[in-house]
């Protein structure tokens, strides 16, 4: 784990050995990964899930401030267990013994090195699972490219077209400039979206974009320029599940629920670009049952415990 830290485009170069330290960085993470939850996830894009669920593992902290995160209690307030290296190596192949279709990392940026060595250990004890990084986006391009060769599948957020969004919603600056290179980045790693026999993604870019109430408009902004970026080369998938959770109601524009009609908006803007592989979500998503219950399952004690 490196001095001074620069693993997102924050760069706050903070000691993540020094606890004083840690706490002047938005993210407040330590040198040792801390998971808050091991699970079978059956409820991501169908290519991703399959039929058995994604075997995901939810890190700990953020790098972000999302006012609206359904996350809260694991992004902003850091509820989770420190874990050594060898311990997550074991977790990523407990996963495979459960028979996950593949091994999903979520909110992974900040411990790229721990991942790195956890992901190193566990392929020498067998580890064959296709592995997924889920972002929310907001990544350094030379951080990313590490990851070649580790990373079959890259599932980033790309929140807000309009940058002063990402300021007032996420407290982060240039999310767009920074969210956008970043996925230029990904696409150059993983390349065009491949698919197994099955019909699980097998490498490639699936990119999520979240509709926030009263920003249709920068919703189509952000499938606008997916499209004159990469055409059908990567996947698209077009969320309605906003809740107005956490802090959001510190903003009262969206301090409500999505409307059908704005969601619906979104959805015909992208097929009036003729695009093929977008995933949309139908009834009724925006519920607290769809929400894992971060209680730590599955992080210290597995079946190979």
């Given amino acids: 784990m490196p001095v001074s830290c620069t693993l997102c485009p924050r760069k706050c170069r903070v000691d993540r050995g020094n606890s004083a330290q840690i706490k002047r960085a938005l993210c407040r993470a330590g040198n040792r990964a801390e998971v808050s939850l091991v699970s079978l996830h059956k409820w991501e894009e169908p290519c991703i899930s399959g039929e058995a669920g994604a075997g995901t ?3 700990a ?3 972000l401030r999302c006012c609206f995160c359904q996350n809260y209690e694991i992004s902003s307030e850091g509820r989770g267990i420190e874990v050594s ?3 997550l190596a074991d977790i990523f192949l407990e996963q495979q013994d459960r028979e996950a279709s593949c091994l999903e990392l979520v909110t992974p940026t900040h411990y790229v090195d721990n991942i790195l060595h956890a992901l190193r250990i566990a392929r020498r004890g067998g580890l064959r699972l296709r592995v997924a ?3 929310n986006g907001y990544d350094s391009p030379e951080v990313l490219e590490r990851l070649r060769g580790f990373v079959d599948i890259f599932m980033p957020d790309l929140k807000y077209f309009d940058s002063r969004l990402g300021e007032r919603y996420s407290g982060v600056p240039q999310y767009f400039e920074r ?5 230029r980045r990904m696409f150059e790693i993983a390349g ?3 698919f197994d026999d099955s019909g699980l993604m097998a490498s490639g870019v699936l990119v999520r974009h979240l509709i926030l109430p009263g920003h249709w408009q920068d919703s189509c902004r952000c499938v606008q320029w997916l499209w004159d970026e990469f055409g059908d080369q990567v996947y698209l998938s ?6 107005p959770l956490y802090k959001a109601s510190r903003h009262p524009e969206i301090n409500r629920r999505l409307l059908t009609l704005e969601y619906q908006k979104v959805v015909r803007f992208a097929r009036s670009l003729r695009i093929k592989h977008c995933y ?8 607290s049952r769809f929400i894992p219950v971060f209680d730590g399952a599955n992080v210290l004690h597995g079946p190979r415990s």
């Fill in 57 to 59: 593992v939810f890190f």
């Fill in 61 to 63: 902290h953020c790098n």
């Fill in 85 to 87: 290296d060898e311990r």
């Fill in 133 to 135: 990084y889920n972002t």
């Fill in 179 to 183: 969210a956008s290179e970043a996925i």
């Fill in 192 to 194: 065009p979206a491949r």
């Fill in 238 to 243: 077009l969320m309605n599940q906003y809740m």
């Fill in 280 to 287: 949309i979500q139908v009834g009724h998503t925006a519920e």
